[in-house]
């Protein structure tokens, strides 16, 4: 069954039982309270008449009294206590029935043949000194008609307020459900067409259905994102390794024409060859390095900084034949962090101070209420405008300068991947012709993917 049948159904169903509870409700209310008051009503005349009875001295005939006090649409049985045997009955015409002699308590209810009727009993010393049991009842016929007509308005309001219920609730069921429908149709073309498409979603209303159609539109934004870098990075990466592929092919081409003759070309091109497959075996690395990334398990623990900063510095300074300076505070730089994710990161930003710069390389650390690291060389700087970029993929400041350094652009966007996932801010100051600074904060609360980056001035 269909959501909005389903609505439909269940909020008619309710709104009837409800309709119903409330309507037994009032009916059973309102027919005790009315057979209440008529009982009330007939004890309070019995009264009455009882103490008109015993008024009388002997004047006027008991029977003669009890005629005048026979309620309208009523009767009046005396049965004698002592005989048992029913004496006699003063009845209204309109009453032919037969009312038990026997009945229960003072005062009360009775159906007889069909009809109710409302009863009083009560002693009465009859002029020769017996006592006389009097029942004294009253057909509630009046009440009894009250009722069925109140029955009968009680069904007609809750069948006719069945119709606006009925169909507001087809409404209610279609209102609900439309939006719901537009998310499996765009669900549907997105996936038939393979679009990005976004739901329409009403300005102003902060419902839960608009709240759902706007994370929907959220979802999709950042799924077309991924996609939209994705097909940049994949179309990036091919364009990176069509030219050393290009340059191996035309240097092979050379070698198949011209090579057996000339060993100085030979020679040219093996050495290109070598270069351009060093290259692409480069990228490929870096490459697997970004797709790895994404499952790397995050291994957290207290420590430490200055061993750490020591090891890197002296690999560094092993590696090339550059001076990598470390400057530490003296205070303890505890941390907590995964050791070998922070070398990386350390070893991606020193190669890029090495790369771009000639002078030596400072490594400071140190608390100024967070622990920090900074990277300071003294190299050709990055240039204002290109500092907002040089975290995405591919990104190279001097593609000329880059190729020459064996760079693809790649080094500082997975510096920021690392930054992320340790939970640190990477900040970059830079001036051109002068050198950069990289600062590493390390802070708790820092939110994950945020980037400040700024120029000295
Ligand atoms: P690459 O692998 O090409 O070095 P990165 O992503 O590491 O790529 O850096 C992006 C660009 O930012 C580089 O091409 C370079 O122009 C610039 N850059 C990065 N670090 C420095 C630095 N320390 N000094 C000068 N320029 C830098």
């Known amino acids: 069954m269909k959501l909005k049948h389903k609505i439909h159904l269940s909020s008619t ?4 039982l409800v309709l119903l509870i409330l309507a037994v409700v009032i009916y059973y209310s309102f027919s005790s309270l009315a057979y209440e008051t008529e009982i009330e009503r ?20 008991p029977d003669n009294i009890l005629r005048a006090y026979v309620p309208v649409d009523g009767l009046i049985k005396e049965k004698n206590q002592s005989s048992g045997l029913l004496d ?10 037969q009312i038990p002699n026997d009945v229960e308590g003072n005062s009360g209810r009775m159906e007889v043949e069909g009809e109710q009727f409302a009863y009083v009993t009560t002693p009465v010393i009859w002029p020769g000194g017996e006592v006389v049991e009097l029942i004294v009842a009253q057909s509630l016929r009046e009440v009894t008609a009250n009722l069925s007509a109140l029955r009968l308005v009680l069904i007609s309001v809750t069948l006719l307020s069945m119709i606006p219920i009925f169909l507001s609730s087809a409404l209610l069921g279609r209102v609900l459900t439309r939006p ?17 498409e976004k739901l329409p979603v009403a300005g102003e209303s902060r419902d839960e259905l608009s709240q759902m159609g706007l994370t929907f539109n959220e979802m999709i934004g ?8 994705q097909e940049e990075f994949v179309s990036n990466a091919s364009h990176e390794l069509k030219t050393p592929l290009t340059v191996i092919s035309s240097y092979t081409d050379l070698l198949q024409r011209r090579g057996s003759q000339d060993p100085a070309l030979q020679e040219e091109a093996l050495t290109a060859i070598r270069a351009e497959t060093e290259r692409m075996r480069q990228l490929i690395e870096q490459l697997l390095h970004i797709a790895r990334r994404s499952q790397a398990q995050m291994d957290w623990r207290k420590m430490d900084l200055e061993p750490v900063l020591s090891q890197v510095v002296t690999a560094m300074n092993a590696s090339y034949d550059r ?14 962090t995964d050791v070998q994710q922070l070398k990386q990161l350390l070893y991606i930003l020193l190669d890029n101070a090495r790369k771009y710069s000639e002078d030596r390389i400072d490594l400071e650390a140190g608390t100024d209420g967070a622990v920090y690291i900074k990277i300071r060389d003294y190299g050709v700087g ?3 405008d290109a500092l907002p970029h040089v975290f995405e993929r591919f990104y190279r400041v001097d593609k000329a300068r880059s190729r020459e350094t064996g760079g693809f652009g790649l080094g500082l966007s997975l510096a920021r991947e690392l930054a992320d996932s340790l939970r640190l801010r990477l900040e970059i100051d830079s001036i051109e012709r002068l050198g950069t600074t990289v600062t590493i904060v390390f802070s708790g609360d820092f939110n994950v993917g945020e980037l400040q980056s700024g120029q000295e001035g």
């Open 13 to 16: 169903l309710l709104m009837f």
């Open 42 to 61: 007939l004890e309070s005349e019995v009264e009455v008449m009882v103490s008109t009875f015993n008024a009388n001295n002997n004047e006027e005939s």
């Open 88 to 97: 006699t009955i003063i009845q209204d015409p309109s009453v032919n029935v």
């Open 180 to 196: 719901i429908e537009g998310l499996t149709g765009t669900m549907r073309r997105i996936q038939r067409d393979g679009s990005f």
């Open 222 to 229: 950042l799924l077309e994102e991924n996609y939209r870098k």
């Open 323 to 336: 001076q990598f300076h470390l400057q530490l505070s003296g205070q303890p730089l505890i941390v907590e």
């Open 382 to 384: 990055i240039p204002k």
